[in-house]
């Protein structure tokens, strides 16, 4: 599931291989490691205990990334639902100011808007009223 970038910016696709945040990526965290391996002094081999604790931290963040994917698809999938059960419904801005029937709703990475039957469009946003009824 993808959400639609907000209008007049890049669209991202999602990339398991990289944690989110800083700090090094998935792939270059694997290839300093192998590097590391490769060219360890064979007089003098990587102590036991250091390559076990790399090994554990590259398990960690490979749970990592897998976690942040899940999360992103939770989180996508809710905002699926959310937006599915305002359409035909009454919305009224935190304002007052704009009502109307929602007839559609984009779905952004930052938040939903409402296109309501005229027209209008209203950012769903903590404060408004949801209702059943028509107008």
Same mark, same amino acid.
């Given at each position: /599931? #993808? ?13 398991? *291989? ?9 792939? !270059? ?5 192998? $590097?590391? /391996?490769? +060219?360890?002094?064979? =007089?003098?081999? /990587?102590?036991? #205990? ?5 090994? @554990? ?6 749970? @990592? ?11 996508? %999938?809710? %905002?699926? %639902?959310? @937006? ?24 952004? %990475?930052?938040? /939903?808007?409402? =296109?309501?039957?005229?027209? $209008?469009?209203?950012?769903?946003? !903590?404060?408004?009223?949801? *209702? @059943?009824? +028509?107008?």
């Amino acid at each position: /599931m #993808t959400t639609i970038p907000p209008v007049g910016t890049q669209s991202d696709t999602t990339d398991t *291989s990289k944690a989110t945040g800083p700090g090094v990526d998935y792939q !270059a965290f694997l290839k300093l490691l192998v $590097a590391e /391996m490769k +060219n360890q002094d064979p =007089t003098e081999p /990587m102590d036991a #205990t250091q390559q076990i604790s790399q090994l @554990a931290q590259f398990s960690s963040v490979e749970q @990592a990334v897998q976690t942040n994917t899940k999360l992103d698809q939770l989180l996508a %999938s809710s %905002s699926l %639902s959310q @937006a599915d059960g305002i359409i035909g419904r009454t919305v009224t801005s935190a304002d007052g100011t704009v009502k109307g029937v929602v007839e559609s709703v984009r779905i952004y %990475s930052d938040g /939903m808007i409402a =296109t309501l039957v005229g027209g $209008a469009q209203l950012p769903i946003t !903590a404060g408004i009223v949801i *209702s @059943a009824g +028509n107008e």
